[in-house]
């Protein structure tokens, strides 16, 4: 079983950045899929960004194409979501998923306007 553990959150003013890291343990998560998602407090959870550690380009949600991306390290086994010109919109519980299955317990992100 893999553990996944995010960190990177904070408190930005809208047009700010942040990095999110996810880190992996237990296992390898190399040649596997994995993604951010966010879920904004009365809202349901949603996708933000997928890679896949070996071929394939990475998927992003509209809101956030050009602003986001994400990246991975294969020798330190983590995840990044590199978060540019942050929205209020923004603001949210963003969480790493490993195989559409595990996850973390979220960072906080919150943006101010």
């Known amino acids: 079983q893999v553990q996944l553990v995010e960190s990177g959150g904070g408190l930005v003013q809208a047009g700010g950045s942040l990095t999110l890291a996810c880190a992996a343990s237990?296992?390898?998560?190399?040649?596997?899929?994995v993604g951010w998602f966010r879920q904004a407090p009365g809202k349901e959870r949603e996708f933000v960004a997928s890679s896949h550690w070996v071929g394939g380009s990475p998927t992003y949600a509209d809101s956030v194409k050009g602003r986001f991306t994400i990246s991975t390290d294969n020798t330190k086994n983590i995840v990044y979501l590199q978060m540019n010109n942050l929205k209020p919109e923004d603001t949210a519980v963003y969480y790493c998923?490993?195989?559409?299955?595990?996850w973390g317990r979220g960072t906080q992100v919150t943006v101010s306007s």
């Open positions: 237990g296992r390898s998560i190399f040649n596997h899929a």
């Open positions: 998923n490993e195989n559409g299955v595990n």
